[in-house]
């Protein structure tokens, strides 16, 4: 079972792609936050975060991927209904 993906037992759940357009909008807040800090600390933390940005972009854009992949193979989701996965198992045990 998913704690926050969109199921069939989670119709309510986020796409993945979605959360992780939040999360790094998450992170631009917290940079703008720091961005003028420049004790060190301030400043490997707004690396770091450069650095996670980057590969949640990358991230974004491989989820993103995946669902035009399904969409054009499957069609549109029907997991915000309840509906069945369009790939792999049910998890409906």
């Known amino acids: 079972m998913t704690h926050f993906l969109r ?28 961005a003028s ?12 975060n450069m650095k996670i940005l980057g590969h949640l972009s990358e991230s974004i854009a491989l989820a993103l991927d995946s669902t035009r992949v399904l969409d054009r193979a499957f069609g549109p989701s029907q997991a915000a209904q309840g509906g069945l996965p369009r790939i792999g198992k049910s998890d409906a045990a």
Do not use: F
């Not at 037992?9 to 357009?21: A, I, T, Y």
């Not at 004790?39 to 933390?45: D, I």
């Open 7 to 34: 199921s069939e037992k989670k119709p309510e759940g986020h796409k993945l792609e979605d959360l992780l357009m939040q999360l790094r909008a998450d992170i631009l807040h917290r940079c703008e936050i720091i």
């Open 37 to 48: 800090d420049t004790r060190p600390e301030a400043l490997h933390v707004m690396a770091n």
